[in-house]
T-cell receptor, first 115, second 113 residues
Framework: NAGVMQNPRHLVRRRGQEARLRCSPMKGHSHVYWYRQLPEEGLKFMVYLQKENIIDESGMPKERFSAEFPKEGPSILRIQQVVRGDSAAYFC?????????????FGSGTRLTVV | GENVEQHPSTLSVQEGDSAVIKCTYSDSASNYFPWYKQELGKRPQLIIDIRSNVGEKKDQRIAVTLNKTAKHFSLHITETQPEDSAVYFCAASTVAGSYQLTFGKGTKLSVIP
């Protein structure tokens, strides 16, 4: 029973390129949560999605960032025209029901480096 | 929104001693407080959590205490071992957006053999 899978583990992009981060939830899970961890910081909530729906994107920057969780396939976090400040670790977690008062099990994360 | 402050930012202890990390939160509606351990280059892992209807919870060498009136909670690690060295994060969430954890900035714990 595989846990939350994220790929790639490491991603290097030049300024101005696009970054695509993938998150495959645990089997049977239809809720996905994305968090970002800037260097030397705690994690910050970005977006919560259910299959084919964005439920809460209040933590996601308004520009350049988008997220989706299609009916089939992984959840995708897309960052367009990346800048150095986007360099961070991006973690996702999943749940069967809405995550209420239970600790997350995060995936291994994607470490994005913008050069 | 919620704000979580964590202290100290770094902590060094001798092996076998105790370590205490403290967090304060701002939103009195917060009712769930997990602690995560993150080793270098790895994912944060939940090590213990506490809900607002409980004042203390223990799991072997780790314990968490919660003071709702003062809005602070603490992580206690006893008989520290070198493998406890990591960055520890506290977090808080409210009922309204309980999927939305607010994290502290972390405490880097070093256990000196």
């Amino acid at each position: 029973n595989a846990g939350v899978m994220q790929n790639p583990r490491h991603l290097v992009r030049r300024r101005g390129q696009e970054a695509r981060l993938r998150c495959s939830p645990m089997k049977g899970h239809s809720h996905v949560y994305w968090y970002r961890q800037l260097p030397e910081e705690g994690l910050k909530f970005m977006v919560y999605l259910q299959k084919e729906n964005i439920i809460d994107e209040s933590g996601m920057p308004k520009e350049r960032f988008s997220a989706e969780f299609p009916k089939e396939g992984p959840s995708i976090l897309r960052i367009q025209q990346v800048v150095r400040g986007d360099s961070a670790a991006y973690f996702c977690a999943s749940s069967r029901e809405i995550q209420t008062n239970y600790g997350y099990t995060f995936g291994s994360g994607t470490r994005l480096t913008v050069v | 929104g919620e704000n979580v402050e964590q202290h100290p930012s770094t902590l060094s202890v001798q092996e076998g001693d105790s370590a205490v990390i403290k967090c304060t939160y701002s939103d009195s509606a917060s009712n769930y407080f997990p602690w995560y351990k993150q080793e270098l280059g790895k994912r944060p892992q939940l090590i213990i959590d506490i809900r607002s209807n409980v004042g203390e919870k223990k799991d072997q060498r780790i314990a968490v205490t919660l003071n709702k009136t003062a809005k602070h909670f603490s992580l206690h690690i006893t008989e520290t071992q070198p493998e406890d060295s990591a960055v520890y994060f506290c977090a808080a969430s409210t009922v309204a957006g309980s999927y939305q954890l607010t994290f502290g900035k972390g405490t880097k714990l070093s256990v000196i053999p």
